[in-house]
């Protein structure tokens, strides 16, 4: 059967961190080329001139401070250095930008010998004057590596320069505070030597001297700054007010701790310290905390799925998954699947909880550990909640459903759910990395020939293959297989793409029977057990089901999709998002409740 065109809500986007992090090196390469291909074209040009005009010698400097503020970003000192011989070559001056670029990367190379060194020739040029940012860059690499006497001793040549301003004293107050001990009194006699009139401060300032007078048990004093704000010209911002909540909570002042938080909120978006704050705030009384959230809320206080998510997140810190899950089950109208949320939820604050649900580890009491073990029911039901919210399921959150099946070590319903999804969804290599780990840790050999087979061209097999060599029992590597056919193929189903139906006599057939179990043919003539995936109904019979059915199709009938999700509407892979789901009598046969006992999820079926 062609692999359905058709796709679930899955925002193809919204890829997982390694991957992220890959696109963003390619993109910093692709600019880093333009830049070089741009200075070269300039020193062409500099090279066929007999008489360079002062407008060429500007823009070609220009370009080589992009190249050079290019390379800085990753660190490369040596190119950086190369630039600038080449800019001499051709008669070009540096200038302050050139110097700042030049420093930057002597700091991101870690560099602190090097970085001194710029620095003291740009002092030493009479042509180019050093700013502020000359000297914050080596102040915040001499912060980073700790070495409080060189930062002391650099932020007072900066006050001799009369170049100090708030980053300089961030920077410098950020090491005091981590330091703390003696020194948060050396910061708070740095701060009185300020002249507001000269130097502006901004919150962050204010914040970390009021959590100086915290290290030294003053809250009033620390209180006492946050009251003269004004007079700094500075207004309520997230910092100051999670160093006065902090305070408040200090002397036992719950109440006004949470008043103003809902005094920022309705000004500004408060960051992750001040969510997390609050959520200090309220103890262990998290029922109370998700009632008094829908209170603010019926008041006009607007909750951003970015706010819902440092809150999430800090709950998970404190009380674990399971207070976790009862405070998203209140958070999200209580413990149906069908039912709607009460409160803006998106896929990030979701991925959080089944991060937190896959990476729980074993308890100690028997009740703690039947619950840890069915992690991937527990995940599965929310992958249904985010399915009836009509929110999109990107590739993180499933990836965590797969570490949550794969730490209750159940390689048959692990291969079920990478078969239903498959088809859905366009896998990454981090999520079939996933697959093979777990399936060769517990030595299921042919489901791991399964999922390489199941790869398209564009994953490199190489590092696949190389992770089930890590992971599998040494005697049976022998008989996994190296051969991959000519283009994208599913678990269980026929090959798509170019080059599909072009493969050898030796590659291994993989046919899904009508129904929800799943035949493999391998080639050796060992045959995987069949499987039926637990929560997958049987299908009734259709022409639909067809092997030469076409690719493209308005409705998939014939298609299983993961357990749950029957009634979520299909859209194109680049289409517009889930829309309202269906609340028929057929969305409402596979709801499940949440217990109201400590045990959430802990009876939820499969």
Known sequence: MAVPQQRLGVSARRCSPPTVAKQKKLKQKQRLAKAVEHVEAKFRELEQSEA???????????????????????????????????MRCHGLKPDIYT??????AAVKANNARAATKWLQALEADPLVQP???????????????????????????????????????????????????PHCQTGIDLFKAV???????????????????????????????????????????SQTTNAAMLTYLEVGEVTSARDLFVQLGRHVRPDEATCTALVTAFSGKLDGFADWLHEQRVDGLAFTPCM??????????????????????RLTGGSSVVQMAHFELDAVVFGILLQAIASEEEASTAEARDHSQQRGPRCRFWLRKMAAMGIAIPLAPLTSFMNALGNDRDANLLMAEFRAWHPLVEYDELMYKTAIS???????????????????????????VGTARQQLPSDLIPRLSTRRPGGTRRPGGDSSGSGCGQAGPRQTRLDRPQGASWRCSWPDGQHPPRVQPAGHPQ???????????????????GMALPPGLEHV??????????????????????????????????????
């Open 52 to 86: 360079a005009t002062p407008v060429l010698r500007a823009t070609s400097t220009v370009a080589c401070n992009k190249l050079i503020a290019a390379e800085a970003r990753l660190g490369h000192l040596d190119q950086v250095e190369k630039v600038l011989a080449n």
């Open 99 to 104: 110097y700042n670029g030049l420093i930057h």
């Open 131 to 181: 700013n502020g940012t000359s000297y914050n860059t080596i102040l915040a690499l001499y912060c980073k590596s700790k070495r409080l006497a060189d930062a002391l001793q650099l932020f007072a040549d900066i006050q001799g320069h009369q170049l100090a301003d708030r980053v300089t004293f961030n920077t410098l107050f950020g090491l005091l505070l981590r330091e703390a001990g």
């Open 195 to 237: 002249d507001p009139a000269t130097t502006r401060l901004d919150g962050t300032t204010i914040a970390y001297v009021m959590k100086f007078y915290l290290e030294q048990n003053k809250p009033c004093e620390s209180l006492s700054l946050f009251s003269t704000l004004p007079t700094y010209g500075l207004e309520l911002c």
């Open 308 to 329: 819902l998510g440092y809150m999430l997140k800090a709950v998970v810190a404190r009380h674990g998954s399971l207070r976790a899950e009862q405070f998203m089950a």
């Open 438 to 464: 777990w399936l060769s840790k517990m030595g299921r050999v042919d489901y791991v020939n399964e999922v390489l087979l199941a790869m398209p061209t564009a994953i490199s097999a190489a590092r696949c």
């Open 539 to 557: 299908e009734p019979a259709s022409p639909s089901r067809s092997r030469r059915a076409p690719a493209a199709r308005s409705s998939t009938p």
């Open 569 to 606: 509407a299909l859209r194109q892979s680049r289409g517009p998002p889930l829309g309202t789901p269906r609340r028929s009598e057929a969305a409402v046969d596979w709801r499940r409740h949440l217990p109201s006992s400590s045990r959430v999820g802990c009876d939820l079926q499969s």
